[in-house]
Each structure stands twice: as structure tokens, then as C-alpha cells.
């Protein structure tokens, strides 16, 4: 079966979600059979700058191992990423069937994922790590809070995976305090969107206003696309971050063209005033004209 879903439960938890295009058919070969198991990743990115850098490799997969890898990601500022509906290569050997691939929901969250990094698990992807458990807990109702698994914890044998690298003792307690009615803090984190953040987004985004231009008339009273795509990039905090990173871009793309003109114009004065010592130079060595 696809999970079709899970955008729908992804936006239980308040945090922005991005649909990946293609993702509702997106999967490995063979079915998922259910869903006993949900095993939190992180992706042990080396470091790399961004909302998560890592989903073209979440999605497509790394030399050895055929994407998709999970079938969600997950930001450093709490967006989820929805990447598959359908059976992911996450699990790998396993210590039970319930934590293999056809049972188990894959959640890659964006990580250096060396325990100590500084950087790693702001508060806020941590809420929304938690709350994005619940709700897949709270859907897929064969699983409890007690089969949120790390994949340290579901492998085999022990020892053979670490992540996440966090103690997941103290998540599960975190997840079971999860309240979904309750709306999130408000607790934003700014980070420089990477060309991947920025082309999923902008792909998520298109893909929306395409729905609601055709539900236009119903839904905003009026069959202009223009207006449409107004109410979408009002409401959705996904794009009012690639507006902020849009416009940065373009400021600093302008101070760098005139960086360059300036500096064009001081090379240019200076082979003006190296053209005038050397026409000095010349007529100085240069013989007197011969007398007639």
C-alpha cells in the first residue's frame, strides 16, 4: 500500500510542511504491508549549511543504496519534508520483521549527528520531531509511543547504527506528552536556505497554486491564478522564508555588481594615469626633432 496520508498527518503537528513533487508515487519496490514501527534517523550531513541539504540524497539515494531512503525529512527549523508514500530503504538489519523496511515509517532528520555539535537539535525541530511522532503514532494506531524506535536501537546487531544521536528515552517521554491540539510555540529559527531548500520550496509551492487555481472561483471568489498564488505566499511561512533568502540573495548580488564597477572604475583611472607617465616617459627619452 502507498501512505498516502502523510502530508495530512505531517500537518497535524502545526509546522510547515513541503510535498516533495512526485512523492504520493514515490517508493521502493515492494509494498509497505503496515505500520508496527517508527524509526527516527538523522542524516550526518559533514556539516552542510541549510534547512536540509540532504534531500536530494533522502530522495534519490547514495551510491549502494537506492533512494527513496525515508519516507519523511526534517528541517532544522522544524519543516517537513514529505519525500515517499511508499516502502523507503531506512531500516536495513534489523532485530525484529515489525522494524524492517514493509513495517516501518523512516523519519531522516537534518544533522551533523555527532553528539556535542552545537548546532545540532534546536528546540524547535525538536518539537516538531516529537510532534510529528504523535501524530503518525495517533494515524497508524498499530504502533504506540513505546515502537518510536531510534535506529541505533532497531538495528542489528547492537551497536551497528547510532543515530539519532540523542537519548530517545527521553524523546519517547517527549513524544507521549505530545498534546496535537494544543498549537505550536511560537519559536522561529533562522536559517540560510540552501539551492535544494530553495527548489523544493518553490517546487511545493507551484505545486499548491496549481490547486488552487482550479478551486479559485469556489474557494476565493475569483478564477485569477494571481490571486490565488497572493493568498498562498500570504499564508505560507515555507515561502515567507525563500521571500527573505530571495531578497537577500538579490541585495547581495547588487552590492556585488557594484563592488565590481567601482572597481573597474579605479583599474580604469589607473591606466589613465599610467598611459599619462608613460606618454611623459616617452617624450622625455625620445631624440629632438631634426632641424631642416
Avoid at 505545486?207 to 500570504?234: C, F, H, V, Y
Wanted: proline fraction near 7%; charged fraction near 25%; glycine fraction near 8%.
Amino acid at each position: 500500500m502507498m501512505l498516502t496520508q502523510l502530508a495530512d498527518v505531517a500537518r497535524r503537528t502545526g509546522y510547515p510542511v513541503v510535498e516533495v513533487k512526485g512523492w504520493k508515487t514515490r517508493g521502493r519496490p515492494g509494498e509497505m504491508l503496515g505500520v508496527k514501527t517508527i524509526t527516527c534517523h538523522h542524516t550526518a550531513n559533514g556539516g552542510a549549511p541549510g534547512v536540509y541539504p540532504s534531500l536530494r540524497v533522502v530522495r534519490d539515494g547514495r551510491k549502494g543504496l537506492p533512494g527513496p531512503l525515508a519516507q519523511y525529512g526534517l528541517g532544522r527549523d522544524g519543516t517537513i519534508f514529505v519525500i515517499a508514500a511508499g516502502r523507503c530503504n531506512h531500516a536495513g538489519v534489523s532485530r525484529s520483521s515489525a522494524y524492517t523496511n514493509p513495517y516501518a515509517i523512516g523519519i531522516e532528520a537534518e544533522a551533523v549527528g555527532v553528539p556535542g555539535t552545537e548546532s545540532d537539535w534546536p528546540p524547535v525541530q525538536m518539537d516538531a520531531y516529537a510532534r510529528l511522532c504523535r501524530a503518525l503514532v495517533e494515524e497508524f494506531q498499530a504502533a504506540t509511543v513505546a515502537d518510536v524506535l531510534g535506529h541505533k536501537e532497531s538495528c542489528a546487531p547492537v551497536g551497528r547504527k547510532a543515530d539519532p544521536s540523542f537519548n530517545m528515552g527521553a524523546f519517547r517521554n517527549k513524544v507521549f506528552s505530545v498534546d496535537l491540539r494544543k498549537p505550536i510555540a511560537n519559536q522561529e529559527v533562522e536559517v540560510s536556505l540552501s539551492p535544494q531548500d530553495i527548489e523544493a520550496i518553490a517546487a511545493a509551492v507551484w505545486s499548491r497554486a496549481e490547486t488552487l487555481t482550479a478551486t479559485a472561483k469556489e474557494a476565493l471568489g475569483t478564477n485569477s491564478p494571481t490571486a490565488s498564488m497572493d493568498t498562498l505566499l500570504q499564508f505560507a511561512p515555507a515561502v515567507a522564508r525563500l521571500r527573505r533568502e530571495v531578497d537577500a540573495n538579490d541585495t547581495a548580488r547588487t552590492k556585488q555588481i557594484e563592488a565590481v564597477k567601482l572597481q573597474l572604475d579605479r583599474i580604469e583611472a589607473e591606466q589613465t594615469e599610467q598611459r599619462g607617465v608613460l606618454d611623459q616617459t616617452l617624450t622625455a627619452v625620445s631624440p629632438p626633432p631634426a632641424e631642416g
